[in-house]
């Protein structure tokens, strides 16, 4: 069964694939407007390191979330971060971490993998980056890593970096998404994984999961 070889054959070159804390960390830079946007009609100034500010000063973020994301979901909270995400018990089963990961789970279908990764290290986005996509090609054990999407998007308040890219590990072919940041000394990724060909069907699954991410640093 292809879900079962996803899992067997995949797992651990997702570990190397997907772990960054090996690399040195860059010194910290000033942080660099990367956007403009809107909050309550005033105008803010999206940083790298995923914070805001309203234009013209003003009481900075990352925006905190102004509600319960799970609303009836399972709600889990990371032992290494100010990070919680949510996931229905009717779709969603615990793995034993593999490797980096401090949660790995797959949905009861077994046709899509999820894995939060958390390093106590600050990146600047660019090398997080860039980082992922080579130590993704020496995952996979090839350089045929294509990338499908990149964007940034805000999730209840905290600015995320996605990339979305293939690779032919084994017989397989398979697709990610990667969502990404690096804050107070912590790179957080959280990643989707599931075959190319099924990706873009089971992509409302993943954004149930991923539109759940909660990032607070004051808790």
């Known amino acids: ?55 013209g000063g003003g009481l900075g973020g990352p925006v905190k979330a102004r509600r319960d994301p799970c609303d009836g979901l399972v709600k889990v909270e990371s032992g290494n971060a100010p990070l919680s995400y949510c996931l229905s018990s009717d779709n969603w089963l615990e793995n034993d971490p593999e490797g980096a990961f401090e949660g790995y789970y797959r949905t009861r279908t077994d046709d899509i993998y999820f894995g939060v990764i958390v390093e106590k290290t600050q990146l600047r986005l660019k090398q997080f980056r860039e980082a992922i996509l080579k130590n993704a090609r020496q995952g996979a054990g090839t350089n045929d890593v294509r990338i499908s999407h990149e964007g940034q998007i805000s999730i209840n308040g905290t600015v995320w970096q996605t990339i979305d890219y293939v690779a032919e590990i084994s017989d397989l072919t398979l697709s990610f998404r990667n969502y990404y940041m690096s804050d107070n000394d912590l790179a957080i990724q959280a990643i989707f994984w599931t075959e190319a060909h099924t990706f873009q069907d089971l992509l409302p699954q993943i954004t149930a999961v991923s539109d759940t991410l909660n990032l607070d640093f004051n808790r």
Request: no cysteine.
């Open 1 to 55: 069964m292809a879900s079962v070889t996803i899992v067997r054959r995949v797992a651990f070159a997702l570990v190397l694939a997907l772990m960054v804390f090996s690399l040195p960390a860059p010194p910290a830079l000033a942080q660099q407007e990367v956007g403009r946007g809107e909050v309550n009609g005033r105008e803010i100034i999206i940083y790298d390191n995923g914070t805001w500010d309203f234009a």
